[in-house]
């Protein structure tokens, strides 16, 4: 098979690999979408750990063209989401629903989502629900990222939201949490498109940061009382302290956006605990994956998944998902595209 193997930076080659042969209890993925995770831009610039030469991407969709045994060979033609590692649901993470950092997963997957072909344990592979592609599908897991964040806040519905970042983390947020019944929300993003995709996609106030400072959006929409709930959907220290900022008293501030390993929050830690603020933090899909794949398939999610690029074109596409200027809000590899 073919695979892009990542040698720094963005620098990709097309390499043949081994065609991989499903094991006991495995079901053979052909790779249909691998979305860009931000996470695949920060390990390209040096922002999160990552050892070349190595083949990315973990946010895929497929069909299961082979099964081994002990896996029920009916499965062969099904179009599926797999989540991106496995977990033994035994170890202290997972019985606490973290299953994204379980403690004995270093098997799976053996080669990332830029290829065509991987194997991985079927009990990780799930059918799509009716009405969902699988080129949506692939945004299952920052889907559950989203969802599991939400499920963590204590916020009722009918509160107000502001959400810093619209790129898919921030709107897949604005959707699940209209879905959960959240009230009146602003989302900020410096980029026209994405502002207009969020007011598409149920927001009923976009800020545009050059048009004056948040707060005061959200001082006029709450009358002056700030967010029930703040969420930084970016990965910058500056936009944390800014959802902070934009908290009102006893309210929440959740975490979505992943910073870079060593970074500081620039926060007055007084304010912090003078607003009595709870801030919630949320990394990897936890127990969520299958939850939120059911989700978007109730979703409307028109205009979220943009350009696909082929193998050959890895490096360009990581470029491409890099730039905020960027017409796509998610940008893809599709492995056997021509």
Not at 115 to 127: F, G, K, N, S, T
Not at 246 to 256: S, Y
Not at 286 to 310: E, S
Not at 313 to 324: D, L, N
């Amino acid at each position: 098979m073919r695979v892009a193997t990542w040698h720094g930076g963005t620098q990709f080659t097309v390499d043949e690999a081994p065609d991989p042969v499903p094991g006991p209890g495995e079901v053979l993925l052909k790779i249909d979408t691998c979305g860009i995770c931000g996470t695949d831009v920060h390990i390209t610039q040096g922002l999160f750990p990552g050892d070349p030469p190595s083949v990315l991407g973990h946010e895929w969709s497929g069909t299961i063209v082979d099964t081994g045994l002990g896996v029920d060979a009916s499965r062969v033609g099904m179009d599926v989401a797999p989540e991106p590692s496995a977990y033994c649901l035994q170890c202290w993470n997972c019985r606490i629903g973290r299953h994204s950092r379980c403690e004995r997963a270093d098997r799976w997957p053996r080669n990332g989502g830029f290829a065509e072909y991987a194997v991985l344990p079927d009990r990780i592979v799930h059918d799509l629900p009716e009405g969902l592609s699988l080129a949506d599908a692939a945004m299952g897991e920052p889907a559950s990222v989203c969802l599991v964040g939400l499920e963590r806040c204590r916020t009722p519905g009918g509160s107000n939201m502001t959400i810093i970042g619209g790129g898919l983390i921030g709107l897949l947020t604005l959707a699940f949490a209209k879905s959960r019944g959240i009230g009146t929300t602003i989302l900020s993003d410096p980029v026209r498109f994405r502002r207009e995709q969020a007011l598409r996609m149920g927001a009923e106030y976009v800020h545009d940061p050059a048009d004056g400072p948040l707060r005061e959006m959200v001082d006029e929409v709450s009358e002056g009382r700030g967010a029930d709930l703040a969420v930084e959907a970016v990965g910058k220290p500056e936009l944390v302290d800014l959802a902070i900022q934009a908290a009102r008293p006893r309210g929440e501030v959740l975490i979505l956006g992943v910073s870079p390993r060593g970074t500081v929050i620039p926060s007055d830690l007084f304010e912090t605990q003078y607003k009595e603020l709870v801030i919630v933090n949320s990394f990897g899909r936890g127990d969520g994956y299958l939850r939120a794949v059911n989700l978007l398939a109730k979703t409307d999610l028109t205009g979220l998944m943009g350009d696909r690029y082929p193998l050959e074109r890895a490096g360009e596409a990581m470029e491409a998902a890099s730039k905020v200027t960027s017409k796509s809000v998610k940008t893809s590899i599709a492995p056997h595209m021509d």
